[in-house]
């Protein structure tokens, strides 16, 4: 039999209910859980615990899957970059971090991203599909794998961010499913607080995951009045800054106050002038907020540039001096595309995928 149903897109709460409608005790979904994500186990016959008629039942049944690391590349910073391959023609970029005191995991949660602001290389590939619960939470399984969480035991990746490629808010219920298994003490354990979730600006997104999620929330703004950011970020057309900033302080007033982060990549001559920054600071005045000044990392045929370094310390001076919590984002991984807005994958046309589906339904094979 050709095993069918993938465990790794099962949180805990489904996970228990898919052993109890085998007629197995609840507490199976918890052994299989430490397993698989504490000790890095995914063949069935290595569960020990389980007995030799559950073990062969699941292995007919079904399997943990989730998507290989094709390539690596490590950045001079010791940052590294994989290639995650999701299907046949679509690959997504996962980014690992080490800092002093933390290791910060970075991953995607769609294949390209429909929302094409500006600045960001994403974008311009366009939008294939969303990623499954298994292939946004295989990210973590992997990159803990190649780093020796599940040898070594000891934490190596402290924070996870879903900051890589794709909007997290339109995959909003696998997006929540995943983060489950990151947070979860049967998952990888992680505290809400250190998990990010990093949106464009996707209102309804931010109230719905309000009302079901504590983890921490980020939001890229990159302009303080609709009509540059409507240029930056062609999503303010739906959602406009007040309506955003709104869903912002919902989510904050939901978590006892927490502040949100505002992203604010640094634009030569675009988002950087001192009256920018002093429009940022009247839009943000007793907002609990924090603000992270990212420097431009360039791409192909971006069309724009970095901010002078002199530039950002002094847009920065006047949000710290307005009693604003403010901090430049350092630049890590640019040396293998692996900064801030620089990833990009391998993302078919969305028209191509939908060619090939309707060939496969009439029998025939595109060339």
């Known amino acids: 039999m050709n095993p069918s149903r993938n465990l790794f897109n099962l949180d805990q709460a489904a996970m ?25 186990v995914t063949d069935f016959d290595d569960m020990t615990d389980l007995s030799k008629r559950l073990r062969d039942y699941l292995t007919d049944n079904t399997r943990f899957q989730i998507p290989p690391i094709a390539s690596e590349k490590v950045s001079a910073d010791g940052a590294r970059k994989w290639l995650v391959q999701v299907d046949n023609d679509n690959c997504v970029e996962t980014v690992y971090i080490p800092e002093a005191g933390r290791g910060t995991l970075c991953i995607s949660s769609q294949v390209g991203c429909a929302l094409n602001c500006a600045f ?13 619960v298994a292939e946004i939470i295989g990210q973590v399984w992997q990159a803990n794998k190649r780093l020796g ?5 000891s934490r ?17 219920d696998n997006v929540i499913k995943a983060v489950e298994l990151m947070t979860d003490d049967l998952g990888f354990g992680l505290s809400n607080k250190r998990v990010t979730l990093s949106t464009a600006g996707v209102a309804p997104g931010i109230i719905k995951l309000s009302k079901c999620s504590k983890i921490s929330l980020a939001v890229s703004l990159h302009a303080a009045n609709d009509e540059l950011r409507n240029k930056l ?22 978590n006892g106050g927490d502040p949100v982060t505002f992203e604010y990549v640094m634009l030569n001559g675009i988002n950087d002038s001192e009256k920018d920054a002093k429009e940022l600071v009247k839009i943000l005045k007793g907002f609990p907020a924090k603000v ?7 791409f192909p045929n971006a069309g724009f540039s970095r901010s002078p370094m002199h530039t950002i310390n002094k847009f920065r001076d006047i949000l710290l001096q307005s009693g604003i919590i403010t901090i430049t984002r350092k630049t890590r991984g640019d040396d293998i595309d692996a900064a ?3 990833l990009v994958g391998r993302v078919a046309p969305r028209a191509h995928r939908l060619q090939k589906q309707d060939a496969a339904s009439h029998g025939s094979k595109v060339i």
């Open 16 to 40: 228990r209910d898919y052993f109890i409608g085998m007629s197995e005790k609840h507490f199976r979904a918890e052994q299989v859980m430490k397993w698989v994500y504490h000790q890095g």
């Open 120 to 132: 960001c290389s994403t974008g311009k590939q366009g939008y294939n599909r969303n990623l499954s």
């Open 149 to 153: 969480y599940f040898e070594q035991r």
């Open 156 to 172: 190596i990746i402290s924070n996870v961010v879903l900051m890589g490629m794709g909007e997290p808010l339109l995959n909003f």
């Open 233 to 254: 970020a062609p999503i303010n057309r739906t959602y406009p800054i007040h309506e955003l900033l709104a869903a912002c302080r919902v989510y904050s007033e939901a």
């Open 292 to 298: 992270n000044l990212i420097p431009f990392n360039p």
């Open 340 to 342: 801030c807005g620089q």
